[in-house]
């Protein structure tokens, strides 16, 4: 498939979990079996992992290769995801970077239910140095958050809380990629058809840097969601991705 239709950039490096623990160059030759062998070590080790952190523990094993039913194991229940579930916004990202993909540790989102999630999403590298999936761990700290606070006001010291960004998890993937359109939607507070061409070329490159376009038939899905054509989104796309500044061309009719 083409960069122009599902949107995924070729590169190497980052850090991340490798088979062997070894670091190198990108190789070639890198086989499924490999990859294959790699999540069915993992996959035994979560149950240990959540076991131990306790009930508000949950640790997933994701395949890019499969992205839209990439949690391929789960262990403990946080999210409300299943095995055969996708990737949340973070994955989609690291999808996007390719083999750029770098750890994302300790960093903290809000569930749409209201859950404060502190996570951590380490990519998995074949051999080769090929990322195809990742591990994450995600900690439920509502509670842990709530108390924070409670002691804070009895001492007189309350601490205004950071603004957390909500997060989608949910077993459909195009649940996940709505969210982020709607998401943009709601920011702007107005709908496409209001939108000037700054604006429309703004959200396309604000849903690329997000990973949206990685997964495939999302240009379709965003199209739909945005109410126009999918020549118009994928010409919209590739002038986000080649626009130096807000006067570049846009294609004509969008409707």
């Avoid at 080769?128 to 709530?146: E, H, M, S, Y």
């Avoid at 709505?178 to 061409?197: F, T």
């Amino acid at each position: 498939m083409s960069e122009a239709e599902d949107g995924r950039p070729e590169g190497s490096g980052g850090s991340g979990v490798r088979a062997g623990g070894t670091a190198g160059p990108v190789r070639s030759g890198a086989t499924d079996g490999e990859q294959d062998a790699i999540i069915a070590a993992l996959t035994p080790v979560i149950d240990g992992i959540a076991a131990t952190l306790g009930s508000f523990c949950e640790v997933v094993i994701h395949d890019f290769r499969r992205p839209e039913h990439s949690i391929v194991a789960l262990a403990g229940s946080v999210t409300g995801r299943g095995p055969g579930g996708s990737m949340s916004e973070i994955g989609m990202q690291l999808l996007a970077r390719g083999d750029h993909a770098r750890d994302e540790l300790n960093y903290l989102t809000r569930t749409q239910d209201g859950k404060m999630v502190k996570s951590s999403t380490m990519v998995l590298r074949d051999s080769g140095g090929a990322v195809f999936g990742a591990l994450c761990v995600n900690l439920d700290i509502t509670a842990v958050k709530q108390a924070h606070a409670l002691i804070g006001e009895i001492a007189g010291v309350g601490v205004s809380p950071a603004a957390v960004p909500t997060t989608t998890f949910g077993d459909d993937i195009g649940a996940v990629l709505d969210a982020i359109v709607d998401e943009h939607q709601l920011r702007q507070n107005k709908p496409w058809s209001q939108l000037g061409r700054a604006e429309r070329l703004q959200l396309f490159r604000d849903l690329d840097r997000r990973g949206v376009f990685a997964v495939r038939g999302a240009v379709q899905q965003v199209a739909a969601r945005l109410g126009i054509s999918r020549a118009s989104a994928y010409n919209y796309l590739s002038a986000a991705r080649s626009a130096a500044d807000d006067d570049a061309e846009l294609p004509d009719g969008t409707a």
